[in-house]
Nanobody, 126 residues
Framework: QVQLAESGGGVVQAGGSLRLSCVGS????????MGWFRQAPGKERVIVAA????????YYADSVKGRFTCSRDNTKNTLYLQMNTLKPEDTAVYYC???????????????????WGQGTQVTVSS
């Protein structure tokens, strides 16, 4: 099994920045594609960004493209999400997820992920 723990959430004013981290533990050798999702109150969980195991391929939702950067450090079993120019509509609980499917690609659908973190709250005030 893999355990994931997010950190870095908080309250920030619109236009500000935050950096989320997600540290994996346990069977880290089985960590392949990873992703960030978010869920706002009353809404479904949606993909924000995804990254391949090597880190060379990334995906971003249109709503965050150009503002968020997803990266990973496999030596530290850590996934990052740098969030700049934050907007009130970015307010949500952010979750990291990992797939143990042996693959060089990233995944955009939640169903492809096997383990999830507990989530970290990001609140952007206007």
């Amino acid at each position: 099994q893999v355990q994931l723990a997010e950190s870095g959430g908080g309250v920030v004013q619109a236009g500000g920045s935050l950096r989320l981290s997600c540290v994996g533990s346990g069977r880290t050798s089985s960590m392949y594609g990873m992703g960030w999702f978010r869920q706002a109150p009353g809404k479904e969980r949606v993909i924000v960004a995804a990254i391949s195991k090597s880190g060379t391929s990334t995906y971003y939702a249109d709503s965050v493209k150009g503002r968020f950067t997803c990266s990973r450090d496999n030596t530290k079993n850590t996934l990052y999400l740098q969030m700049n120019t934050l907007k009130p509509e970015d307010t949500a609980v952010y979750y990291c997820a990992v797939s143990t499917a042996v693959s060089a690609v990233y995944f955009r659908r939640a169903i492809n992920y096997d383990y999830w973190g507990q989530g970290t709250q990001v609140t952007v005030s206007s």
